[in-house]
């Protein structure tokens, strides 16, 4: 059985505190038409994102924290689903973000591949992962072994490869508290802008 976060939603919060993401946040253009996150869980990492975007959109499979979302901020458009079958159409998001959930996916080759038919060219994607090579990584990585969580965890190096193999462009790799990195990737326009 795989485990679902609609257990811990009413928790969740409490349980996994989250700082401004700033950093990021200064690497990003100003202003975005339509933003996704995917794994969006109750929000909380898409909230710092609402200043730059006109639609918002957060995508989960677990309804409770979808529902705990909301609650948090109306402008969020809400939907039930997995990353790896975006139900949306080709090229429609100019920003997407992924924060501490792709570990979590069944299949995460179908998922990037998901996301680079569903980001506009020159459209951005920001990743935030734990590294699986640092001490707390390896805590985390057992951790969610032992609560039947099915993890996988990608290094930096390992994402960068993924992302690229599906014609998405590394702009920068940085690291944030702990274990936990970010990559920020662009979908480029023509294959010289993959270079
Ligand atoms: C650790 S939470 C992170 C939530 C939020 N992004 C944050 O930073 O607080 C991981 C989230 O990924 C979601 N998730 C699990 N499998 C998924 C999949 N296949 N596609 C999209 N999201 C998934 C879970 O339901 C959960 O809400």
């Known amino acids: 059985m795989k485990f679902s976060f609609d257990i811990i939603a009413p928790i969740y919060d409490k349980l996994i505190p989250y700082q401004e993401p700033r950093e990021i946040l200064d690497q990003l253009p100003r202003a975005f038409e339509t933003m996704i996150e995917i794994g969006a869980g109750t929000g909380k990492f898409a909230e710092f994102f609402l200043p730059l975007v006109n639609e918002a959109w ?10 705990r979302a909301k609650r948090r901020n109306h402008r969020f458009k809400i939907k039930t689903g997995v990353a790896e079958n975006l139900p949306f159409p080709d090229s429609f998001f100019d920003l997407i973000l992924v924060s501490d959930s792709l570990h979590h996916w069944d299949d995460p080759e179908k998922g990037i ?5 569903c980001l506009k060219p ?14 707390p990584g390896r805590f985390i990585t057992s951790m969610e072994k032992t609560l039947l969580m099915k993890s996988t965890f990608f290094t930096p ?3 960068h490869i993924l992302l690229t193999n599906n014609e998405l462009r590394t702009k920068k790799i940085g690291k944030l508290r702990g274990p936990t990195y970010y990559i920020i990737a662009v979908n480029p326009k023509t294959q010289q ?3």
């Open 157 to 159: 190096e390992h994402l």
């Open 122 to 135: 020159s459209g951005h994607l920001v990743i935030v992962e734990i590294n699986p090579k640092t001490k």
């Open 193 to 195: 802008d993959l270079q």
């Open 58 to 67: 957060l995508l989960d499979p677990s309804p409770r924290m979808l529902i």
């Open 113 to 117: 591949a998901e996301i680079k038919r």
